[in-house]
């Protein structure tokens, strides 16, 4: 059976990781890359063994044999590019946040549906297969009433002022940064798994390091860890390090969530705990493999990662047996696998509801993602359009 082209455009930190993870799936495959250099292109292609390299992304979107286009490029380019691929008639799986604006969002949900393509976004941290259980127990009813959600998402990756990446820029990253990043894997993770959406936001937002010191030469997302540059010029930093969120939800729950990017020894915390009236839940992304369950009336438990005590829907994303750990890249493969099982039993042409994150989903986090930089800058609540 023929495999589904796949071109990935951008081959940063995160490009690799797509790259990879449709490998495993054996029924897609990456058939072209790209990157606005061309010798970084071709060095990339022949590291990984693809066999084109386009210096010219919309070479690669109009390759006959890309099918589906991944953008895994800095955050400005995600609107051009999708709306590129969309008008050759290209399915599209772009990272986080889907634009820069929510204008730009809701225009890109509008042509992918007027192209009747398939549009998906990369919330891939809804595919912890734990999370897919808590889902189930929040679906059917286990845990009662949620009274309260609280969380955080912490990372160390900028803890140094000469930390640097393209990320602290504004024109290329957008008006928020640790809220956009990271925080809107957390909040579309609570929403996707209590079915409750945010209502209402108060922000707090905090830069640490108003001033930093950007290396005279390029480096990738992370590797400013291992750089010894011996030149950098100062620049100022417009967006947050840290935020506080509270949250109030359509249901009545009330909330929080942190962020920091200069939390030190935090490599890629994503934690959270959720209450209900009946028993309360809590996950940790760096234990990826458990989950606490608290009750008032007898013990505690933890629930280990194993399909054979899994509910289908969890059970259905997991690859090995209990013992043997699956983590961040694994949920890469979930998604993707969800995706692309969509796009070869032609899902959008019969209708059926995708079960993946989509460009609606990518449009709401960006209508929150606003809320929450409009809050912080007002100093007060403010209603989620």
């Not at 640490?208 to 390029?218: A, C, E, N, S």
Request: glycine share 8%; aromatic share 10%; charged share 25%.
């Amino acid at each position: 059976m023929k495999k589904i082209g796949v071109g990935v455009i951008g081959v940063g930190f995160i490009g690799p990781v797509h790259i990879e993870a449709v490998r495993r799936l054996g029924f897609a495959e990456v058939v072209a890359i790209s990157d606005n250099n061309q010798a970084v292109a071709d060095a990339k292609a022949s590291e990984y063994h693809i066999p084109k390299a386009y210096g010219d992304y919309i070479e690669l979107i109009n390759d006959p044999n890309v099918e589906c286009v991944h953008i895994t490029t800095p955050n400005y380019l995600h609107f051009p590019m999708a709306k590129a691929a969309i008008a050759a008639g290209k399915h599209v799986l772009c990272d986080k946040p889907l634009a820069m604006t929510s204008v730009e969002s809701a225009e890109l949900v509008r042509l992918a549906k007027e192209a009747g393509v398939v549009a998906a976004i990369n919330f891939n941290l809804r595919f912890y297969p734990l999370a897919h259980q808590v889902k189930a127990m929040i679906d059917n009813g286990e845990l009662g009433e949620i009274f309260a959600i609280n969380g955080s998402y912490q990372q160390d990756w900028l803890q140094k002022e000469t930390d640097y990446s393209w990320r602290l820029e504004p024109d290329q990253s957008g008006d928020s940064r640790a809220i956009a990043d990271i925080g809107s894997h957390w909040l579309d993770l609570i929403e996707f798994m209590t079915g409750r959406t945010v209502s209402r936001v108060c922000a707090d937002f905090a830069t640490f390091f108003p001033t930093r010191k950007k290396p005279l030469k390029p480096v990738e997302t992370y590797s400013g860890k291992i750089l010894t540059a011996e030149d950098y010029q100062d620049v100022p930093i417009e967006t947050e390090d840290y935020a506080t969120v509270l949250l109030h939800f359509e249901n009545g729950a009330h909330g929080s969530v942190t962020v920091n990017q200069v939390a030190a020894g935090r490599k890629n915390r994503l934690f959270f705990e959720i209450y209900g009236s009946k028993k309360s839940v809590c996950f940790d992304s760096e234990k990826p493999n458990e989950l606490w369950i608290g009750e008032r009336d007898t013990y505690n438990g933890s629930l280990i990662r194993d399909p054979s005590l899994l509910v289908p829907v969890a059970r259905d994303i997991v690859s090995y047996p209990g013992g043997h750990n699956e983590g961040f890249a694994d949920t890469f493969k979930q998604c993707f696998n969800k995706l692309y099982t969509y796009i070869k039993d032609e899902g959008h042409k019969k209708g059926l509801p995708a079960t993946f994150p989509t460009f609606e989903d990518g449009h709401r986090e960006l209508l929150l993602c606003e809320a929450i930089v409009d809050s912080a800058k007002a100093e007060r609540w403010l209603e989620v359009k």
